[in-house]
């Protein structure tokens, strides 16, 4: 079975991450994939989005060519009549509607389309269970490309001269964000917390900041940490050094800032445990999707989860965990794989989707 993909970017790496992350899923599967990605900007102010909305409910093909003119500005048009549409975010929404219409063709969601409706979509991939009124598939993390064979390589390429001693864990570092705030005191129990761990476990580290990271605190690890526990230091707003997946391969276990549920996805993905280090004050809005996922995330098959300012006390529930037993997203892959067969032949026969 071969598709031709178009991927919507809307200039988000998060969200194109996704996007791709499914791509390389059904890449996996043995589809063959000719993919096309094109950028698109939204340039229409946000006061104006519910009207087009609702001017998108009109299924008239100059009004929607005319809505694409005013509301988005692709940076080239398809190489290719896409079969599929795959995109990730808000901004993207309208220009997936609207080339759905005129290619005739079946289109993906990655992630949660509200304030969108639903029916804008025919497959709906979140990572939390919501009752769609579309045809949805539920990842449990945030998808990814991440594999445990693209990691090894990445690990073989980045330690040449063999991996770090075991155990060796990895600490991947965000920041504040809307509903994550660090406290002094959760930075402060962090740098204590990994040297009481090395000294209980004889665990070695590979740590990494990230753009998010607080300039202070990457001082106070650079201060702090025991270094001869330290592996590899990697402080991103100094040095810029993309080490994710070599650190990975290097790593038994991950442990990650809440804030940063990507990161997490990334880790579990490459069949290592996650252990999860969150804030003491938390701010999530009630029924929100994002407070579904924080709530649901640590229920995942192979993670944990750990106050920050309380990692001195942390022991994981299982020390050697079974990387068959953590969550992966080729579950999914079955399904998917029907889905996408069923849309691609009805759109083909011209039948409602």
């Known amino acids: 079975m071969a598709l031709n993909i178009l991927i919507l970017d809307e200039g988000s790496p998060g969200h194109c991450a996704q996007s791709e992350g499914i791509v390389a899923l059904l890449e996996r599967q043995g589809l063959e994939i000719r993919r096309d990605k094109i950028r698109v900007r939204n340039r229409l102010p946000g006061v104006l989005r519910g009207l087009m909305r609702k001017l998108m409910a009109i299924p008239s093909y100059w009004l929607n060519e005319g809505c694409l003119r005013l509301c988005c500005q692709f940076e080239a048009d398809p ?59 539920v990842s449990g993390l945030i998808p990814n490309s991440v594999t445990p064979e693209r990691v090894a390589s990445a690990g073989a390429e980045y330690w040449q001269q063999g991996l770090p001693p075991q155990p060796c864990w990895a600490l991947l570092i965000g920041g504040d964000s809307k509903s994550h705030r660090y406290s002094e005191r959760d ?87 996650v252990t999860l280090l969150t804030p003491e004050v938390l701010k999530l809005d009630p029924g929100s999707f994002f407070e579904e996922m924080i709530e649901g995330f640590p229920h995942l098959p192979g993670v944990e989860r750990c106050a920050m300012a309380q990692l001195n006390d942390y022991s994981p529930e299982q020390v050697d965990s079974d ?9 999914m892959a ?20």
Not at 202 to 212: A, E, F, K
Not at 340 to 351: F, H, K, P, V
């Open 79 to 137: 190489v290719q009549r896409p079969d599929l549409i795959i995109s990730s975010g808000g901004k993207s929404a309208f220009a997936s509607l609207i080339l759905k219409r005129r290619y005739g063709t079946a289109n993906i969601f990655v992630g949660v389309p509200e304030p969108f409706p639903d029916r804008w979509f025919d497959l709906i991939i979140s990572p939390v269970a919501r009752a769609f009124r579309t045809r949805s598939l």
């Open 187 to 273: 930075w402060e129990g962090l740098v204590s917390g990994v040297n009481a761990l090395s000294a209980r476990f004889g665990v070695c580290w590979l740590i990494t900041t990230s753009r998010r990271t607080p300039e202070a605190v990457e001082a106070m690890l650079e201060a702090g940490l025991n270094r001869q526990a330290v592996v590899d230091l990697v402080l991103y707003n100094r040095e810029p050094r993309r080490v994710m997946q070599p650190f990975l391969a290097g790593a038994q276990r991950v442990l990650v800032s809440q804030d940063s549920l990507t990161m997490a996805s990334e880790a579990l993905c490459s069949a290592r445990p």
């Open 323 to 331: 990387p068959g037993a953590i969550l992966s997203l080729d579950r």
């Open 334 to 353: 079955p399904e998917l794989l029907s889905s996408i067969q069923q849309l691609t032949e009805a759109c083909s026969r011209r039948l409602p989707l």
